[in-house]
Each structure stands twice: as C-alpha cells, then as structure tokens.
C-alpha cells in the first residue's frame, strides 16, 4: 500500500496489538512514507482525514462490526474509499479480491476470503 500511495502519500497502519505493531515496524523499516500506531479502530481519533481507510482480517473480530465500520468511515475525507477484506469461509476466491488480499497482505491466496463492501 506505501508503494501504491507513491512518494507524496503517507500510510499509517494501526492494530490494537503492541506485538503486531512492532512485528511491522521491523519487517517495514526504512519505508518512508509508512509508519504504525497502537491504536484501538473503535476509538482511534487522528488528527487528520484519510483518502482510504482499509481494515483486513479484523472485523470479524469485533463485537460489534458495524459500529466499527462507521467509525472507519468518519475517517474519511469527502470522496474517500472505505476497504474491507474479511473472511467469506462459504465462497470462493475471485480475482478482485485475490488482488486485494495480495495488496493488503503482500502474497496470494488461495481461497476463502471476499471483500464485504
Ligand atoms: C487476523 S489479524 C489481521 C492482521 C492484519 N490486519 C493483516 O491483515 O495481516 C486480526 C488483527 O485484528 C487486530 N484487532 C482486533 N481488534 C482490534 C481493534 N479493536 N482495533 C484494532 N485492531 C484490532 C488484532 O490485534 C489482530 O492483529
């Protein structure tokens, strides 16, 4: 996502976890235009908007999904896209969400996930 972003945009990626979060800051280091917070979805507050907020694996986690995904929509400036990619265990994997779960994860997969809007 920071290469897809290009040179002038920034991508910050929040877990609630500390151990996750730091996992990425080692594995991403010396991305410039990417960095990580410890941050709970539910009550994440920055100080600016986003052009896309994208949530991967995580909704499904969620006691209540749906309230998380408004606030990941107050996140947005006007006009911007709000991703999910979560677990579809029933359906098959087609190519658009191969693509996004590749983008969002850096590799493929073979099955079992769909984007829920
Ligand atoms: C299956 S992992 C997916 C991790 C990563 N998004 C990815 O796609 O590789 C689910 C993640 O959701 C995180 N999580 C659960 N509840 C959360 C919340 N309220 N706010 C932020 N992250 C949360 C967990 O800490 C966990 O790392």
């Known amino acids: ?30 991305v410039a235009n990417l960095s990580f917070t410890v941050a ?33 929509s107050s996140l947005l400036r006007d006009g911007g896209w709000l991703s999910v990619l979560d677990y579809n265990h029933e359906n098959p994997l087609g190519p658009c969400s191969s693509r996004q779960h590749a983008v969002f994860t850096g590799h493929s997969c073979s099955g079992g996930l769909m984007p829920v809007c």
């Open 1 to 30: 996502m920071a290469r897809l972003a290009g040179e002038t945009g920034k991508v910050i990626g929040i877990d609630v976890s500390d151990q996750l979060i730091s996992q990425a800051r080692e594995k991403y280091q010396g």
């Open 40 to 72: 709970d979805i539910r009550t994440y507050q920055p100080d600016h908007l986003f052009d896309l907020v994208a949530s991967a694996r995580t909704l499904q986690w969620l006691a209540d999904p749906f309230s998380a995904l408004r606030q990941m």
